[in-house]
């Protein structure tokens, strides 16, 4: 045992001796190098070459004489991309007179993933028909169509989570896709989206509206997708990765409904690509503050806030000084990743066979996947006292009011109950969760509307018998909310807009969304206004364009 002790101390001896200790092999870092424009990133560019044809590795001589390796070299916003797990690497190449700063990868929140199966065939998605997103009448989109070609020439990039893109309301619209972050998506193609987020601002922007009814802001536009965030965050060195491809295929506009604390020599990159004339459209952010996130921040971006149906901001909805405009951002119905999301299919039987009324599902309610068949026995507003017929075996149908859905619930299952209806007490449909944990009860449970629920009520009162089939469906489309939802009508708007006048430079087009907008309030809380496609459009084909200065 003392012979074993001696050889590890004299290993760590030796270790200490050549400068190294046992946590030296740190992990390797990715860094985002800033380099000058001009001659001096062709200067590094040319090093780089050099070092490619020499097979350097991290064994060898890397970038600057270091042991960094370059990954990847972005020429549309003149950037490097490095790999190294040392940090006097770092400082010499933040020393060199061609380099303006080198920044680490950073990673920020991703949108909450949906669970979003990728083996798709297990779907089966019954065939429904959407009524036209009310953003997309709010923007005046309709009235623009004509006069914009519906938006056809005009190619938007969206760097986000992915696309599903063979989706039925994208697949015409779908140019081609690229994946930026470092996971292995087992998807069936490295770009697929697996959190639901990408494919829903896409389906904003241009879904073809020959399907199932959901039309986008641009349905004639061509889109481009960036994966530049997975199920671990965004990733700082895949967005820009991103915005350099959006350069390289020169695209219209690159629409980014994310935001966060975005490393300060990035501006450079959104500079760069205001130099090349793209409109880079970007999420205000959703923590209701008076501070934009980044890089909607940026006086090259163009910053979009949320407004809900009644055209009041949002209270998620940052505001404040840089805010250009405002976007529907609230219940925003769109395209997910095929059969990912869930609906709640409610059907009553009022004397002439089951008919299907409005409901909604409750989350951390039981899928009906098999359809549930029962009759229903009111229990007033889901008190334990209001218990007082059987309802063991049957379906519980409760009023909304006094004491939360989650009891509600819990009161119906302790005496037996299969299911629950729960009808509003006010006009419309909510939804809500029976859980805080992600837990699933044991039964299902839907909304339906005051009126239906009202009428059953007085029927089960006076003796009559209803009987209720609750099921559960796939479907590949939800309502989400979010700055990120407002973004991509603007983002369709400036589509439309640049098919109409395609040479507008990103300031003619800033000023276009300005003077056409809707006002609503003080710039600060509303920037210009509501995005008004119609009255843009018309201005964007009576505009003279400006010559760009690259």
Sequence with gaps: MNGMVHKIFGILTLLISLGLT???????????????SGPAYQTVLSQVNELKLMSATN????????????????DGIEMLIIESSHPSDIAKIKAQPNVIDVEEEIFFDAPQPMNVDPL????????????????????????????????????????DTGIDKDHIDLASRFEKGQNFFNDNNP????????????????????????????????????????????TRGCSSVAILQGVNWGVQENVDVISMSLGGPFPPSSALAYERAYAQNI???????????????????????????????????AQFSQYGDGLDIMGPGVDVLSSVPTGSAKMAQTSIDFGKGLQIVNSTMFQGAKEATQPLLGPMVYAGLGKETDFVNDVSGKVALISRGEINFADKVKNAMARGAVGVVIFNNQPGLITGSLTSDGSVVDVPVVMIEESIGTAIATNLNRGHQQTVQIATIRTSHQAMSGTSMATPHVSGVVALIKATNRNLTVEQVRQILHGSAHKLGAAKEYGAGLTNAEAAVQAAASATPLQVAN
């Design 22 to 36: 046992l946590t030296s092999a740190a992990a390797s870092k990715r860094y985002i190098v800033s380099v000058k």
């Design 59 to 74: 064994e060898g001589e890397g970038l600057f004489g270091t042991k960094a390796v370059v990954k990847d070299t972005l």
């Design 120 to 159: 798709k065939a297990s779907y089966v998605v019954i065939p429904y028909a959407l009524d036209v997103p009310w953003g997309i009448t709010a923007v005046k989109a309709p009235q623009a169509w004509s006069l914009s070609n519906y938006g056809v020439g005009a190619r938007v990039m969206v760097l």
């Design 187 to 230: 998807g069936p193609y490295d770009f697929f989206d697996l959190i639901g987020h990408g494919t829903h601002v896409a389906g904003t922007i241009a879904a073809d509206g020959n399907h199932t009814g959901l039309v986008g802001v641009a349905p004639g536009a061509a889109i481009l997708a960036g994966r530049v965030c997975g």
């Design 279 to 313: 409109v880079i459209v970007a999420a205000a952010g959703n923590d209701g503050t008076g501070k934009l996130s980044y890089p909607a921040a940026l006086p090259t971006v163009i910053a979009v806030g949320a407004v809900d149906s009644t055209l009041a901001r």
